[in-house]
């Protein structure tokens, strides 16, 4: 049986004079982008010419809508109303589809994120309203959510088709929930340590928590954070590993 796994990462995240990320070279290594909307990251030329470099090297394109948050970079815990989530997923999604159509082509999916991506796993009134926008936007896109959260819940209640992810460079509780960035244990440096934990998520269904206990997880895609400093290495290496052990990357397809 031949096994595929999709490799995306959050790219498109500079801002002005200010760059963040090695995207020309990351992007060569997976298969879905997450592209930056303007609110946590990214300006208008910078979607521009990401939608132009993901075209050019044939990875899916999907919306990244985070919190307005610049200042934080989308990573701090803002207090939201559903409505307002909905609305500004509305706002983003089409913002990055204008540049999308300027190349002639179309996004894919759409991953919420940073701190709306989590408060979104845990909290199924947010998980609705992005859900919704994104139905109401265009049914046809696919949505990525934490593997198991709410918001995997609530694409499916509404009928869009889910991809669940799971991260190379994060660690996980007990309740499935990643570990907090503000924790000293919150992120995996050691790539032979993220790799064992990649395969196990793939091959066997099974993560370790921090607590110690193993949790079962369905692994549709594989994120690795664009904005690391170590991130091109790592999805270098990611990607030959998994293909040496003949898991092949390929980005989900819309059924």
Same mark, same amino acid.
């Given at each position: +049986?031949?096994?595929? /796994?999709? %490799?995306?990462? !959050? /790219?498109? =995240?500079?801002?002005?004079?200010?760059? /963040?990320?090695?995207?020309? =070279?990351?992007? @060569?290594? /997976?298969s879905s982008a997450n592209i930056a909307c303007g609110y946590h990251a990214g300006d208008h030329n910078v979607m521009h010419e990401t939608i132009k470099l993901a075209v050019k090297e044939k990875v899916k394109i999907?919306?990244?809508?985070? #919190?307005?948050? %610049? %200042?934080g970079f989308g990573r701090r815990v803002l207090q939201v109303e559903p409505n307002d989530v909905y609305n500004f997923t509305i706002y983003q999604l089409g913002a990055l589809e204008g540049f999308a159509k300027l190349h002639q082509t179309t996004l894919h999916h759409v991953k919420p994120h940073g701190a709306l991506f989590n408060m979104a796993s845990t909290d199924i009134l947010l998980a609705r309203a992005i859900a919704e926008a994104v139905y109401d936007f265009n049914p046809q896109l696919l949505l990525f959510g934490l593997a198991g959260g709410k918001l995997i819940q609530a694409g499916q209640e509404i009928g869009l088709q889910v991809v669940e992810e799971v991260f190379a460079d994060r660690t996980y509780q007990a309740d499935g929930t990643l570990t907090p960035r503000t924790s000293p244990n919150a992120i995996i440096t050691d790539f032979d340590e993220a790799l064992e934990r990649v395969y196990? +998520?793939?091959l066997k269904g099974e993560v370790e928590t921090i607590e110690g206990p193993v949790m079962p997880i369905n692994a549709q895609t594989v994120c690795v954070h664009? !904005?690391?400093?170590?991130? #091109?290495?790592?999805? @270098?290496? #990611? @990607? #030959? =590993?998994?293909e040496k052990r003949e898991i092949?990357?390929?980005?989900?397809? @819309?059924?």
């Open positions: +049986m031949k096994r595929t /796994i999709d %490799l995306n990462s !959050d /790219i498109g =995240e500079s801002f002005g004079a200010y760059q /963040i990320g090695n995207d020309a =070279e990351v992007i @060569k290594y /997976i999907g919306a990244h809508p985070g #919190l307005p948050d %610049l %200042l196990r +998520m793939i664009g !904005d690391s400093t170590h991130a #091109l290495d790592f999805v @270098k290496r #990611l @990607k #030959l =590993e998994l092949q990357v390929e980005c989900v397809e @819309k059924k």
